[in-house]
């Protein structure tokens, strides 16, 4: 709804500036003592209209502020909570951005909505260096795109190197069912030797860290393993319960991979309402630098308008009397 009146309110800021023809709003904006003596510029009705419509975009973009203050609390507080799932599969897994693989699925994470600030271009930028780096003649790169404006700006050059969209994601409250069926969605639509997830890491209000977390399938996280490194230490572990080595590989990398996307969802939502919020707060101080302009416009009219009425008076009194 606030975008919306947002919206409205912007076309008729617009009317009221295009109503004008720009050479005389430009010189509307003149101070009067810089224009020739009985010539009225700006008339204090369009000033008027302007200080409203101005005043109108100031109180919603001050109502959207408080909304995505109110938002940002719920959310801080799940997302540092869902911090503690995915630190034990770093712990045991490691994350290894360097891995070189063939067959890489970019998971891109981003907003549904707009005026948010530059969140959502940071993610598709990282997204698409990350296709480069991994582009070759023997190695595969695809997206699978979380949010409407990612998908907006990776369709436009990259359409058939996507297999997944999944939009409006904040409709509802989001929980751990909610996002590991996502998960399962797209583990079911791509094949993968590793998942590189994109999102914003939420730090402070006015601060996010563009973040990339690397899940491996269960085939690399085996090759790597037999390879030494960190993840060598995988053999010192007994399997119990009956199972493979490579199906207990399995399934820790799907849960790993829900439990990374879930905070990975709740950071960069977190993201989103504070850069909202700072991107509310500059339209709201920007809304009052143009009033106070457009104040100091229309008093100027104001008194110019008075003054030339008053020469008027005075000098049709001073013909009658001579």
Do not use: H
């Given at each position: 709804m606030a975008m919306a009146a947002l919206r409205r309110e912007g076309r008729r800021f617009a009317t009221v500036i295009s109503s004008q023809p720009i050479t005389a709003l430009r010189s509307s904006l003149v101070c009067e003592e810089q224009a020739p003596l009985g010539v009225r510029s700006i008339s204090t009705q369009v000033v008027r209209n302007r200080m409203k419509s101005v005043k109108n975009i100031q109180k919603i973009t001050k109502a959207m502020k408080m909304v995505a203050a109110s938002k940002l609390r719920a959310i801080q507080v799940r997302a540092e909570n869902s911090r503690g799932l995915w630190q034990p599969f770093t712990a045991l897994l490691g994350d290894i951005p360097s891995v070189d693989v063939k067959k890489n699925v970019i998971v891109t994470i981003s907003s549904d909505?707009?005026?948010?600030?530059?969140?959502?271009?940071?993610?598709?930028?990282?997204?698409?260096?990350?296709?480069?780096?991994?582009?070759?003649?023997?190695?595969?790169t695809k997206y699978a795109i979380l949010g409407e404006k990612a998908k907006a700006q990776l369709v436009r050059d990259s359409k058939n190197d996507i297999e997944v969209i999944i939009t409006e994601l904040q409709k509802n409250p989001?929980?751990?069912?909610?996002?590991?069926?996502?998960?399962?969605?797209i583990l079911k639509n791509v094949e993968y030797d590793a998942l590189r997830i994109v999102f914003n890491k939420?730090?402070?209000?006015?601060?996010?860290?563009?973040?990339?977390?690397?899940?491996?399938?269960?085939?690399?996280?085996?090759?790597?393993?037999?390879?030494g490194g960190r993840l060598g230490d995988l053999d010192l572990y007994e399997v119990e319960g009956g199972e493979t080595k490579s199906e207990v590989l399995q399934n820790l990398a799907e849960f790993q991979f829900s439990c990374v996307l879930f905070n990975a969802v709740l950071e960069n939502a977190c993201s989103e309402q504070g850069a909202r919020m700072s991107?509310?707060?500059?339209?709201?101080?920007?809304?009052?630098?143009?009033?106070?302009?457009?104040?100091?416009?229309?008093?100027r009219t104001r008194q110019a308008s008075i003054t030339t009425e008053l020469i008027e008076i005075i000098s049709g009194a001073s013909a009658l009397e001579g």
């Amino acid at each position: 709804m606030a975008m919306a009146a947002l919206r409205r309110e912007g076309r008729r800021f617009a009317t009221v500036i295009s109503s004008q023809p720009i050479t005389a709003l430009r010189s509307s904006l003149v101070c009067e003592e810089q224009a020739p003596l009985g010539v009225r510029s700006i008339s204090t009705q369009v000033v008027r209209n302007r200080m409203k419509s101005v005043k109108n975009i100031q109180k919603i973009t001050k109502a959207m502020k408080m909304v995505a203050a109110s938002k940002l609390r719920a959310i801080q507080v799940r997302a540092e909570n869902s911090r503690g799932l995915w630190q034990p599969f770093t712990a045991l897994l490691g994350d290894i951005p360097s891995v070189d693989v063939k067959k890489n699925v970019i998971v891109t994470i981003s907003s549904d909505k707009g005026l948010c600030g530059g969140i959502n271009s940071t993610s598709v930028k990282i997204s698409k260096a990350l296709r480069k780096i991994n582009s070759g003649p023997e190695q595969e790169t695809k997206y699978a795109i979380l949010g409407e404006k990612a998908k907006a700006q990776l369709v436009r050059d990259s359409k058939n190197d996507i297999e997944v969209i999944i939009t409006e994601l904040q409709k509802n409250p989001l929980n751990y069912t909610q996002v590991s069926v996502l998960a399962d969605d797209i583990l079911k639509n791509v094949e993968y030797d590793a998942l590189r997830i994109v999102f914003n890491k939420f730090q402070s209000v006015v601060s996010f860290l563009p973040t990339v977390s690397t899940v491996l399938s269960p085939e690399i996280v085996e090759r790597e393993a037999e390879s030494g490194g960190r993840l060598g230490d995988l053999d010192l572990y007994e399997v119990e319960g009956g199972e493979t080595k490579s199906e207990v590989l399995q399934n820790l990398a799907e849960f790993q991979f829900s439990c990374v996307l879930f905070n990975a969802v709740l950071e960069n939502a977190c993201s989103e309402q504070g850069a909202r919020m700072s991107a509310m707060d500059s339209s709201s101080r920007n809304a009052g630098d143009m009033l106070d302009r457009l104040t100091l416009t229309y008093n100027r009219t104001r008194q110019a308008s008075i003054t030339t009425e008053l020469i008027e008076i005075i000098s049709g009194a001073s013909a009658l009397e001579g």
